[in-house]
């Protein structure tokens, strides 16, 4: 007997289940890919960039693969940054659908080493082709490019290691087309062979930080013409490698590597002094990010132990944490908002796993009804986002028929409701015409996982259904 029962977080009814992440088919057919950083600049489109999962994050293999999506992921598109063997990803920095800027550092002579070169590079053409920007100029031979990152399209800054006695920083105003760099009297001295660390940085409105190998965060508070350099940890040894804040700007986390262990660090006045909280109970230790809208913090972990691996949540900047999941290893995870996040793993055939999952996360609120953050984004969203769409799917458990009963307005209004495959293929579907009622027809379905789309002028909304027999 087949069965519908309702697998993940409903989306129209708001309720919640034991699933907290959506497979997504990434695209891809190597299963030695994983996803090292993700960039979502807004509510339905996020870009991933990929490293070796196989051999690690700084193996000496080159990995130029990225996938993108453009519709909330229900497909992702893959693609490549160029054919330079010689170049690894740093970081991405996403400004739409078609725009993306990535930082690109060098491999190095000997695995788990970063070579000198590399640079920025940016795409108009969602990624089929890349420009190199300002060769020599913009970084040069010399340099070890960390990130690059947009505010907006005018707005942008890149950071690398210490060159000619300070860090390179530079900041661009006009979309790219000229950089300056930041001049070493409004910079910090950095700490004898301190460098920086890939992705290893913050933004919360123009406040930007980004750690350091002698255990130090730098500050700006005007996007990157004037710095201030703060200590985390002052035994020497441990490297700030991520770095999280809400959006007051004031509380964050960071994680710390060093002495063969590593350690969550919080902070409560911007970055100025930090508390160690050690290896706290359930917080997975690879990479963490903070919810926009929320108190909340994300961890995940890359992990062969499944005690280990997985994601957790903690709304105490870092104290305690709540494991969401351990069943699959997560290298990262951003969110654009409460509702928008996903989270890279490793393209693997069996069990399959299409590399990305999507955040089905119902996450506690904070008391204030919402930051101005969340509400700037949400202001700043495409004209085409769904409105709320109020739609009851019963029975649960069912038979053969999913029946999908409309209230309110935009119920009556014309559209399509329709099943797909994980991969995105479309199984079947039924027209909206305006009936309060429709009913689907899944008897000749097999067994599986399956997302439910229901698509009307207002826009599109999607939930999980599983199968079984």
């Known amino acids: 007997m087949r069965k519908i029962l309702l697998a993940a977080s409903l989306l129209f009814l708001g309720s919640t289940s034991r699933a907290q992440w959506l497979p997504q088919n990434a695209g891809f057919s190597n299963d030695t890919l994983g996803f090292y950083e993700l960039s979502l600049p807004d509510k339905y489109t996020a870009w991933a960039v990929c490293y070796d999962g196989k051999n690690g994050l700084l193996s000496g293999r080159p990995v130029l693969d990225f996938t993108r999506t453009t519709n909330g992921g229900n497909t992702w598109i893959p693609g490549k940054m160029g054919t330079d063997r010689t170049l690894r990803f740093s970081n991405i920095s996403a400004i739409d659908g078609q725009e993306a800027w990535v930082a690109m550092n060098k491999i190095g002579p000997a695995p788990g080493t970063f070579g000198k070169g590399g640079g920025v590079f940016h795409t108009t053409d969602a990624g089929v082709t890349w420009e190199h920007t300002e060769p020599g100029e913009l970084f040069d031979t010399g340099s070890v490019p960390r990130f690059v990152h947009f505010k907006d399209k005018n707005k942008g800054i890149a950071v690398g290691d210490p060159k000619g006695g300070y860090f390179e ?3 661009t105003m006009n979309m790219g087309k000229k950089w300056k ?43 990157g013409k004037n710095w201030t350099v703060h200590v985390v940890d002052s035994i020497p040894g441990t490297y700030v490698q991520e770095i999280a804040f809400l959006d007051d700007g004031l509380t964050g986390v960071a994680h710390l590597r060093g002495r063969s262990r590593t350690f969550v660090f919080s902070t409560t006045d911007g970055g100025l002094t930090w508390t160690n909280y050690f ?21 995940t972990a890359v992990h ?8 957790a949540v903690s709304y105490d900047a870092g104290r305690t944490w709540t ?31 299409g590399g990305i999952f999507k955040s089905q996360i119902v996450f506690q609120q904070p008391a204030a009804t919402e930051s101005a ?49 994980l991969d995105g293929r479309q199984l079947l579907s039924a027209r909206l015409s305006g009936a309060s009622t429709v009913q689907l027809n899944v008897s000749g379905l097999p067994a599986g996982l399956y997302t439910l789309r229901i698509a009307t002028k207002a826009g599109t909304k999607s939930q999980v259904i599983t199968l079984a027999k």
């Open 169 to 171: 920083v530079y900041t």
């Open 181 to 223: 760099r930041v001049d070493a009297t409004d910079l910090p001295a950095p700490l004898p062979n301190e460098i920086g660390w890939i992705s290893g940085y913050a933004v919360v409105g123009n406040t930007i930080w980004f750690g350091t190998s002698r255990g130090r965060m730098y500050k700006s508070t005007d996007f």
């Open 279 to 299: 290896q706290p109970p359930n917080w997975k230790n690879s990479r963490m990010t903070a919810v926009p809208g929320t108190n909340a913090f994300v961890s």
């Open 304 to 311: 062969p132990n499944p005690i280990f691996q997985g994601s």
């Open 323 to 353: 494991e969401i999941d351990n069943q699959a290893s997560k290298a990262v995870c951003r969110f654009f908002d409460a509702e928008t996040g996903y989270a890279g793993s490793f393209y693997v055939t069996n069990p399959f796993r």
């Open 373 to 421: 953050r969340s509400s700037k984004r949400r202001a700043a969203a495409p004209k085409n986002a769904a409105a709320s769409v109020a739609v009851h799917v019963y029975p649960t458990p069912a038979r053969d028929v999913v029946n999908l009963v409309f209230g309110g307005v935009p119920a009556g209004k014309e559209g399509v409701a329709s099943i797909h495959s």
